[in-house]
């Protein structure tokens, strides 16, 4: 379980300031929701919570390790493997089997014997067990999303980061897969950074929403607290 501290983190592109200056803490082990309009920041504070991004001011801290120190300008490709990401576009590798997906970012690391157990146990995890070898193409969009999320999970991060993840399935899978999504984060005891324009996806899932607009931290609370304020 890692938990991210943003200090005085902030970042534009070009005329665009994406992040006004932010201070902020993501708990370990909760599921944390950013909230708000499209173009509001949310993104760009995930991609600098992954590393992917530098920020012009201030520091990205992975339980009290720089991320990505401003001052120094080197990345530490260990935090790097420490998150999982899913994206929106499932991004699984069309030629490849379900096994050969989950296990790509393992190959360069471990060994063989290990490389197997691991994926065994994160499509166990995602129920997909029995589909290895099968090919994208070849299965339903939600076991597709499944796929993404074993292989979010297969290095056993302390943190994943879901940017919209949802968004591109029909409203019942997404409902549904809201449901497992949740639990599957609950029961690995994952701290979840989970970004979306959606409220009632926030509202559903959240132990605690982070409501954005304008590159700016409006409000957070609870979904009760954000529910019952004005
Ligand atoms: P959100 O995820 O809430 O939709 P983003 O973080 O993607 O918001 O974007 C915040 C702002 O930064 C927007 O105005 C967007 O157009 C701008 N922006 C994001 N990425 C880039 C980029 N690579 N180049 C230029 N502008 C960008
Ligand atoms: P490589 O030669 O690239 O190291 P692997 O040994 O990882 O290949 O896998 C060879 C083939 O066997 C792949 O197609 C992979 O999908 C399959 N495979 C290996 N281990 C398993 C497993 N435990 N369950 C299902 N398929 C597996």
Same mark, same amino acid.
Request: with cysteine.
């Given at each position: 379980?890692?938990?991210?501290?943003?200090?005085?983190?902030?970042?534009?592109?070009?005329?665009?300031?994406?992040?006004?200056?932010?201070? %902020?803490?993501?708990?370990?082990? &909760?599921?944390?929701? %950013?909230?708000?309009?499209?173009?509001?920041? &949310?993104?760009?504070?995930?991609?600098?919570?992954?590393?992917?991004?530098?920020?012009?001011?201030?520091? +990205?801290?992975?339980?009290? &390790?720089?991320?990505?120190?401003?001052?120094?300008?080197?990345?530490?490709?260990?935090? /790097? /493997?420490?998150?999982?990401? !899913?994206?929106?576009?499932?991004?699984?590798?069309?030629?490849?089997?379900?096994?050969? *997906?989950?296990?790509?970012? =393992?190959?360069?690391?471990?060994?063989?014997?290990?490389?197997?157990?691991? +994926?065994?146990?994160?499509?166990?995890?995602?129920? =997909?067990?029995?589909? #290895?070898? /099968?090919?994208?193409?070849?299965?339903?969009?939600?076991?597709?999303?499944?796929?993404?999320?074993?292989?979010?999970? !297969?290095?056993?991060?302390? =943190?994943?980061?879901?940017?919209?993840?949802?968004?591109?399935?029909?409203?019942?899978?997404?409902?549904?897969?809201?449901?497992? =999504?949740?639990?599957?984060? /609950?029961? %690995?005891?994952?701290?979840?950074?989970? +970004?979306?324009?959606?409220?009632?996806?926030?509202?559903?899932?959240?132990? #605690?929403?982070? !409501?954005?607009?304008?590159?700016?931290?409006?409000?957070?609370?609870?979904?009760? *607290?954000?529910?019952?304020?004005?």
């Amino acid at each position: 379980m890692t938990e991210i501290t943003l200090q005085g983190v902030s970042k534009s592109y070009g005329n665009v300031q994406a992040l006004k200056p932010v201070d %902020l803490t993501i708990p370990a082990g &909760k599921f944390t929701t %950013l909230l708000g309009p499209s173009g509001c920041g &949310k993104t760009t504070l995930l991609r600098l919570i992954a590393g992917l991004e530098t920020p012009d001011t201030g520091e +990205v801290l992975a339980d009290g &390790k720089p991320v990505f120190s401003q001052q120094k300008r080197i990345n530490m490709p260990s935090h /790097r /493997r420490e998150f999982g990401m !899913v994206f929106q576009e499932f991004a699984l590798w069309p030629h490849m089997t379900v096994y050969e *997906n989950v296990a790509f970012s =393992l190959k360069a690391a471990g060994q063989k014997k290990q490389i197997q157990e691991s +994926v065994k146990r994160a499509l166990e995890q995602v129920r =997909l067990t029995g589909m #290895e070898q /099968r090919q994208p193409h070849q299965l339903s969009g939600g076991q597709q999303q499944r796929v993404a999320f074993a292989r979010a999970i !297969v290095m056993q991060p302390g =943190l994943i980061l879901f940017d919209e993840p949802l968004s591109a399935l029909d409203a019942l899978l997404r409902e549904e897969m809201r449901h497992e =999504l949740m639990n599957l984060v /609950r029961e %690995l005891g994952i701290t979840a950074l989970y +970004v979306t324009h959606d409220q009632t996806e926030a509202m559903s899932m959240s132990d #605690e929403i982070i !409501v954005m607009q304008g590159g700016r931290i409006l409000q957070r609370g609870t979904p009760e *607290n954000i529910y019952r304020s004005p």
